[in-house]
């Protein structure tokens, strides 16, 4: 599933970028190569290859813009796995895990169904199976409802023993919106204790 998102927001980038650069034309003095060929071959092929002939053009003519541009868009993705490479102490919840009642509750807070990420953002439509921490318990999760999620084997299984992203825990916050009641916290909290 990971790979599968990757993928297309790949190709999201990629067709975004081929849109981008289909909308401005070719630099002076670097005319398309066997331009009429590729438009008799087909519209869209033409369109492309000029797309990303423009592009490269731009880039090669602007190396610090690009440059700037890449080091914006990469600098804190590096901090980020630079940070979660670090070596720390971890304060674990004494309590591994959730009781007969924490699940009961959590179970019917999410209406019985799998609160985790299915395909283009939406919510798993299998019913949920296991109380899991949102927050893993091995990397200081609190056994607490506010780090509870409920969840289907398979999407349980996948989720893995790593620390959700801000943007991935946002995600699951969103759609809590829609079924949570205004008492009720719909963002998860890290912390090892209630309190
Ligand atoms: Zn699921």
């Not at 868009?73 to 979660?84: D, E, G």
């Not at 899991?132 to 999407?155: E, I, K, Q, Y």
């Amino acid at each position: 599933m990971h790979l599968i998102r990757r993928l297309l927001f790949t190709a999201g980038c990629l067709l975004f970028g081929l849109l981008v650069s289909t909308v401005t034309s070719p630099p002076a003095g670097h005319p398309v190569p066997v331009r009429g060929l590729l438009r008799d071959t087909h519209p869209l092929l033409g369109s492309s290859v000029e797309g990303l002939w423009t592009f490269s053009w731009a880039v090669f003519d602007h190396p610090l813009l690009f440059g700037v541009i890449a080091a914006v868009l990469t600098v804190p993705w590096l901090v980020a796995v630079l940070v979660s490479a670090l070596p720390r102490r971890v304060n674990k919840d004494p309590q591994r895990l959730f009781t007969t009642d924490q699940r009961r509750y959590g179970a019917t807070r999410a209406g019985d169904r799998c609160e985790m990420e299915s395909i283009f953002f939406t919510r798993c439509r299998r019913p949920g199976e296991h109380g899991d921490h949102w927050f893993p318990h091995s990397l200081g999760g609190g056994t607490v409802m506010d780090n509870f999620v409920w969840a289907c084997a398979r999407c349980n299984t996948s989720k893995g023993a790593r620390i959700p992203t801000w943007w991935e825990t946002s995600r699951l916050e969103w759609r809590r919106r829609r079924y949570f009641t205004p008492d009720q916290t719909t963002r998860p909290t890290r912390r090892a204790r209630a309190g």
